[in-house]
Each structure stands twice: as C-alpha cells, then as structure tokens.
C-alpha cells in the first residue's frame, strides 16, 4: 500500500505532456477524484453520479470540447499521472462551449432540452467571464497524498501555456465547495483576486455553493500594437 504521507511525492521527474486519446480513463479519474478546481462544475453536468462519470468520459473523449482531452497537460512521475490541468483561451470557448453542449444534449430526451439550455445559462452565469485575452483553467488536479508543490509547478506550466496561446493572463474561477483548499494553492501560485460572483439560482447553488470567485495571473506575453490605429490617424 502507497504511503499516505503528503511528501511521498518529490518534485524531481515530474514531466508534462499534452494528453491523448489513450489517456481518457486516466483524465476521468482524476477529474471525479482528485479535482482542486472544476469538482463543483462537473457535479452540474448530471445529479445521478454514475451517469455523471458517463457523460464526462464521453465528453473527454470527444477531444474537442471543454472538457475534451485536447484540452488536458498530464504531471506525471515516472511515466505514471499525478495530476492535471485543463485549459484553453478565452477565444476557443466559441468554438468548444456549443460542441460540449450538443454532447450534453445528445445523451437526454429532447423533451428535457429546453429545461437544459436553461440550466447551462444559468451555470454560465454564476461564475464571472474570463477577461479578454485570457487562459481559462477549468479543472486543476492533484492524486491526493502528493506534494502541494506540484500544484505550483502545473500553474506554472498553465501560465506557460497561456504565453505560447497569446494570452495575457490565465483566469481560474473557483466555487464556494472548492474555496478553502483551491485559494491557498492558487495565491501561492502567484494568483490574486480579481472577481466575485453571487449563485443567484437557489436550485444550481445546491451544487455550486453561494459564490464563485475568479483568481487572476499575468503572463509576460504583450500582444503587439494594433496598426490600424496608426493608420487611422495618418488616413
């Protein structure tokens, strides 16, 4: 039996890969079980535990929507997955939102459609909108015994990441039922708060807890200067 001690795990070897198609069992796993941010999102996807685990693994699977596997960096150690993040720019959420949700939709009775539509409208609206230019980290995770410090060399990757995708910042939105063990961790990552939101829905707040806040980190990427407005002014 794996020692439960929470140093069993030292930072030396830890490696980052882009996920696979392969790796969709590893990525559903962590994500129901070793989730510091994104449990409270994924608990909305469906109340019935068993189908929830169902329709995550086909979402990861799926590969392009918000929980798709090409959206995941796997930590591992010694070949073997410790942790994750999952991410994407702010732009890609165009792109991927309306695919996750047509998955989402694809596995109810049309019947139910209209009630759904509304419930992820009212989901999309308890938590605040990643700024313009930003990385969305959705789900951060971590096999429970290991290092706390793995958590802040994966926000370092993440924000390496958002540099390489043009983003200025990475945006983390963490629920009520994720607050007391995500906000340290992301504070000491070099996080800070940048916005509160109420749960307005007392139904979704169930799930979601009375409030979302949003932690902010900046990247060294600048974008470059727009020239159309040095060409306005000499037109």
């Avoid at 070897?13 to 999102?41: P, Q, T």
């Avoid at 073997?80 to 959420?93: K, S, Y």
């Amino acid at each position: 039996m794996r020692s439960t001690n929470v140093d069993w795990l030292c930072m030396e070897g830890l490696e980052f890969r882009n996920a696979g198609a392969d790796d969709v069992k590893v990525v559903v796993g962590l994500l129901l079980n070793a989730a510091i941010v994104g449990s409270a999102h994924i608990a909305t996807l469906e109340e019935d535990v068993a189908k929830r685990e169902d329709f995550l693994r086909a979402l990861v699977a799926a590969g392009d929507t918000e929980y798709g596997y090409e959206q995941v960096t796997l930590a591992e150690l010694g070949g073997r997955a410790v942790g994750l993040f999952l991410g994407f720019p702010r732009d890609t959420l165009a792109a991927i939102g309306p695919r996750t949700l047509s998955l989402i939709m694809r596995g109810r009775s049309p019947l139910s459609w209209p009630g759904l539509i509304s419930r992820q409208s009212k989901i999309a609206r308890a938590e605040p909108p990643p700024p313009p230019a930003s990385y969305l980290l959705r789900a951060l995770c971590l096999e429970p015994g290991a290092s706390d410090e793995i958590v802040k060399t994966m926000l370092g990757e993440a924000v390496a990441e958002a540099e390489t995708e043009e983003c200025t910042s990475v945006a983390v939105n963490v629920f009520e039922p994720e607050m007391e063990r995500a906000l340290p961790l992301l504070t000491a990552g070099g996080f800070m708060e940048h916005a509160r939101r109420p749960v307005a829905d007392k139904k979704i707040s169930r799930v979601l807890g009375n409030e979302s806040v949003q932690m902010i980190r900046p990247t060294a990427y600048v974008a470059p200067p727009d020239d159309s407005d040095d060409y306005d002014e000499a037109g």
